[in-house]
């Protein structure tokens, strides 16, 4: 598998699972909306300042994103380990926003409960078939 490959994979999946670590030491998995942008090695999320996982990833940055496809008679699934940025600036608040993020943010695009998280994919697990290609996204 490609690093090529493995952003399509990515881009195609409806849904992703996002890991943080608590307050104890403990992972913390969530499923989030597809990523609004995939951009190089990097991958943007929407969510909401007020939400755990923020001061989770602002107090440890160590995070992990799951993509998964199931078929009929195949999986496969994309585990990728980086770090998340929370991001807060205006003008990466304009470039993920969408219209229809109005119904979740009341003050829309400036609204302060809105914020983007950045993921720095620094490698993959892929599986398919039950075989595992390890694939390096740092560069």
Same mark, same amino acid.
Not at 1 to 27: H, L, R
Not at 56 to 83: D, H, L, P
Not at 103 to 119: E, H, R, S
């Given at each position: 598998?490609?690093?090529?490959?493995?952003?399509?994979?990515?881009?195609?999946?409806?849904?992703?699972?996002?890991?943080?670590?608590?307050?104890?030491? !403990?992972?913390?998995? &969530?499923?989030?909306?597809?990523?609004?942008? /995939?951009? $190089?090695?990097?991958?943007?999320? @929407?969510?909401?300042?007020?939400?755990?996982?923020?001061?989770?990833?602002?107090?440890?940055?160590?995070?992990?994103?799951?993509? !998964?496809?199931?078929? &009929?008679?195949?999986?496969?699934?994309?585990? /990728?380990? $980086?770090?998340?940025?929370?991001? @807060?600036?205006?003008?990466?608040?304009?470039?993920?926003?969408?219209?229809?993020?109005?119904?979740?943010?009341?003050?829309?695009?400036?609204?302060?409960?809105?914020?983007?998280?950045?993921?720095?994919?620094?490698?993959?697990?892929?599986?398919?078939?039950?075989?595992?290609?390890?694939?390096?996204?740092?560069?």
């Amino acid at each position: 598998m490609e690093k090529e490959q493995i952003f399509q994979f990515i881009s195609e999946q409806k849904t992703a699972f996002i890991a943080s670590v608590n307050e104890q030491g !403990y992972p913390v998995i &969530r499923a989030m909306l597809a990523p609004r942008k /995939i951009e $190089g090695n990097e991958i943007y999320f @929407t969510t909401n300042t007020s939400s755990n996982k923020i001061r989770q990833y602002s107090a440890n940055n160590k995070a992990c994103v799951y993509f !998964y496809k199931r078929g &009929r008679f195949k999986y496969q699934g994309a585990t /990728i380990v $980086g770090e998340m940025e929370v991001c @807060t600036d205006q003008k990466t608040k304009d470039e993920i926003w969408r219209p229809g993020d109005k119904m979740f943010y009341k003050l829309g695009v400036t609204d302060p409960d809105y914020c983007v998280l950045k993921f720095k994919c620094k490698s993959a697990e892929y599986y398919c078939d039950f075989k595992i290609d390890f694939v390096d996204l740092s560069n």
